[in-house]
């Protein structure tokens, strides 16, 4: 398949399911150690990636692929609670680390922020939580304007160790930064 070039125009990326046709660039994107760094998965090969694509597929109820030119470069989700926890959805977002520092991270969140309150029913808040050491991400969730909440004390297990995370949220009632979205 032919490569993509690393430079990106924004006006190129677009969100959509991923495709069991996609397994060779989502291989691409998961088995790369410098993008699992800070994720709850070890980088994968591709027989691992195809159970993974294969479960993303059949059984994640949002999950978009990152797309330029219809070409998968990243991936975001949102996980969003059930019965009483309904109200709130955890965001999640990754780039392949050929297309990193383009604000691509950036303008697929305004993607999903511009629906995801209409689309996902009982959704009030939008959650990111981060790893205290992954600035990159933290700056996303800042430059969009997510809140930081605090942060939580040895939430994860990342590698063995323990680690503090970040917590930012997004409420459907914040219009007043929704406004400046752009969209
Ligand atoms: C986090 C991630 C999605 C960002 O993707 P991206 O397309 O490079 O993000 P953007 O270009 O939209 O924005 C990155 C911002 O971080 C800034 N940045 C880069 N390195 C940084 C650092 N060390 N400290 C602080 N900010 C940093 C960039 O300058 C940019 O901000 P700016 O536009 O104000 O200059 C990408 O790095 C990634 O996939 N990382 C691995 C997976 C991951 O950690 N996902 C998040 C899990 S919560």
Redesign the pocket.
Known sequence: MAQLDSKVSLLDISLRPFEESDLEDYVIIMSDN??????SWNPMGKEEALNDLLRVIYTHPWFRAICVKDRPI?YILVNQGKGSDGCRGEI????G?A?????????AVKMVISSIFSELQGLERLE????VD???????AE?IGFIREGVLRKYWILNGTPRDMVIYSLLKTDTPVRMCWGF
């Not at 990111?128 to 790893?131: E, G, N, R, V, W």
């Open positions: 410098t993008v699992s760094k800070f994720c990243g999640g977002y990754v780039v680390s297309y990193w520092g383009q604000g691509i991270a950036t303008h990111a939580l981060i790893d992954n600035l990159r991400s933290q700056r996303v430059k």
